[in-house]
């Protein structure tokens, strides 16, 4: 199984600083023959379903705002937000959707402050 | 526009078995597996299974010996039964749409309490 390690596991900022939570797989998640790189990034509020924020690593989710940006290739990944807004205030996961089990990482608890 | 619904008990006794079922819309799963994921109070996402279109299945190696996933597609319900439940597996339970860019659609999720 693909093992999927985040840091930190919370981080506490302002309204307006960049923030920035790292995903970390223990295999490399990019696809040969398409190259594209099978890592998924979620926002979940309290109460609610996870929403995917950015998949194929760097792909932004129709209607998600521009401020998320996902990067990395191969077996690290970052999930930035370029100006934190309050209603950012959710836990984010990754998940690795190259091979089945589907698992995802422990996630990272974000707190404005 | 595509809907998971989700639908099942909020209370199992323990060792007692727990069925959900995933009502789906908005796509046929003729042509989309649907996956099974848990998450635990205050804790993380755990991945236990999954239905593809073709109706084979893949579990979770942990849960592999007291879950089934089962589907019928002409009523568009996917159909998630787990055995001998106790207290740890006390958590809300969401179907998600597989798609190849990832999870993009999950039900609204079940709260399900193991207690006597």
């Known amino acids: 199984d693909i093992v999927m390690t985040q840091s930190p596991s919370s981080l506490a900022m302002s309204v307006g600083q960049k923030v920035t939570m790292s995903c970390k797989s223990s295999?490399?998640?990019?696809?040969?023959?398409?190259?594209?790189?099978?890592l998924a990034w979620y926002q979940q509020k309290p109460g609610q379903s996870p929403k995917l924020l950015v998949y194929?690593?760097?792909t932004r989710e129709s209607g998600v705002p521009d401020r998320f940006i996902g990067s990395g290739s191969g077996t690290d990944f970052t999930l930035t937000i370029s100006s934190v807004q309050a209603e950012d205030l959710a836990d984010y996961f990754c998940?690795?959707?190259?091979?089945?089990?589907?698992?995802f990482g422990g996630g990272t608890k974000l707190e404005i402050k | 526009q595509v809907q998971l619904k989700q639908s099942g008990p909020g209370l199992v006794q323990p060792s007692q078995s727990l069925s959900i079922t995933c009502t789906v819309s908005g796509f046929s799963l003729t042509s989309y597996g649907v996956h099974w994921v848990r998450q635990s109070p205050g804790k993380g996402l755990e991945w236990l299974g999954v239905i593809w279109r073709g109706g084979s299945t893949d579990y979770n190696a942990a849960f592999m010996s007291r879950l089934s996933i089962t589907k019928d597609n002409s009523k568009s319900q996917v159909f998630f039964k787990m055995n001998s439940l106790q207290a740890d597996d006390t958590a809300i339970y969401y179907c998600?749409?597989?798609?190849?860019?990832?999870?993009?659609?999950w039900g609204q999720g079940t709260l399900v309490t193991v207690s006597a």
């Open positions: 194929f690593a760097s």
């Open positions: 998940q690795q959707h190259y091979s089945t089990p589907r698992t």
């Open positions: 998600a749409k597989n798609e190849e860019r990832g999870f993009a659609y």
């Open positions: 295999q490399s998640l990019l696809n040969s023959s398409n190259q594209k790189n099978y």
